[in-house]
Nanobody, 125 residues
Framework: QVQLEESGGGLVQAGDSLRLSCAAS????????VGWFRQAPGKEREFVAA????????SYADSVKGRFTISRDNAKNAVYLQMNSLIPEDTAVYYC??????????????????WGQGTQVTVSS
């Protein structure tokens, strides 16, 4: 089992930046790909970004491409989401989650096994 804990959320203004962290414990973290998802009030959970187990491949939702960057440090059992040029539409609870795969990138949440509790990001206009 993998335990995940997100941090780094907060209230910011449009145009600001935030860096979310996802700390993992439990089974060997480097065996898992990791994704970030978000859920805004009244909306379904949506894919934001994912990174494969080695960190050599990433994928982004069109809505965040060019503004967000996902990275990982397997030595620290951590994954990060650098969010720049934030806009009010980015307001949501952000979750990190893990999936088991050797090389693939997964953007559908049904592939993900373990989830964190989420961290709130609020962007004011």
């Amino acid at each position: 089992q993998v335990q995940l804990e997100e941090s780094g959320g907060g209230l910011v203004q449009a145009g600001d930046s935030l860096r979310l962290s996802c700390a993992a414990s439990g089974r060997t973290f480097s065996n898992y790909g990791v994704g970030w998802f978000r859920q805004a009030p009244g909306k379904e959970r949506e894919f934001v970004a994912a990174i494969n187990r080695s960190g050599g491949s990433t994928s982004y939702a069109d809505s965040v491409k060019g503004r967000f960057t996902i990275s990982r440090d397997n030595a620290k059992n951590a994954v990060y989401l650098q969010m720049n040029s934030l806009i009010p539409e980015d307001t949501a609870v952000y979750y990190c989650a893990t999936y088991m795969s050797f090389y693939a990138i997964r953007i559908v949440d049904t592939y993900y096994d373990y989830w964190g509790q989420g961290t709130q990001v609020t962007v004011s206009s």
